[in-house]
């Protein structure tokens, strides 16, 4: 991959930014670069990135494919990439294999609509209690036209432990989220280059 530029992500956000923070700041050998951040309301994530000077929009409500398209053609956007972005993102048959999501379970379980956030480790613990569930971790996966179906890129594990909350299985979950998504990206970055004419 030396000698091209960088991959152009556009991040879409709702939150804290921490999975943005982590492309922008910890993961500096990503051979890609943040051109874009896209929120659908106000929040810290797309303060932070507004702070490192990052072209930010604020999106209510649910993109378009049309809308989807426009960002990408006028920002020329190679890759987007759902980091904690809680709206339904349609997508256009040009775009497949282009939207990428990291959710925070072993998918196919705990995924599908409503499960995000403190939700998904709750599920998770409730397993672990009743069937004994031993690891959860993190997904990366390719986004389809369901939540949460796509092909999965990359999968990372972490432990289950018996005196563990929500909090403290998100926690744990994170961390691997924070290896999981540089690697599955510059892995998919890869595979996208080597797939041009």
């Known amino acids: 991959m030396s000698g091209q530029p960088p991959a152009r992500l556009a991040v879409f956000v709702s939150g804290t930014g921490r999975s943005l923070m982590n492309l922008v700041d910890w993961a500096p050998d990503l051979p890609a670069s943040v051109e874009l951040v896209v929120a659908n309301r106000p929040c810290l994530g797309e303060a932070l990135a507004r702070e490192r000077g990052i072209n930010t929009r604020v999106i209510p409500g649910d993109l378009t494919e049309t809308e989807l398209l426009e960002l990408k053609t006028e920002h020329a956007i190679d890759v987007i990439v759902l980091a904690g972005y809680l709206r339904r993102v349609a997508v256009p048959l040009s775009l497949a294999g ?32 009743e069937q004994g569930l031993a690891e959860s971790g993190c997904t990366v996966h390719l986004c389809d036209a369901h939540y949460d179906t796509g ?30 998504y540089p690697q599955a990206l510059r892995a998919l970055i890869e595979s996208l280059r080597q797939s041009s004419p």
């Open 98 to 129: 282009r939207i990428v999501n990291i959710h925070p379970a072993l998918l196919p379980k705990f995924g599908g609509p409503g499960m995000y956030g403190w939700r998904v480790h709750s599920a998770v613990l409730k397993e672990a209690h």
């Open 151 to 180: 092909p999965i890129l990359l999968q990372r594990t972490c432990p289950v432990l018996s005196s563990d909350t929500p909090e403290s299985l998100a926690a744990r979950v994170f961390e691997q989220e924070l290896i999981a």
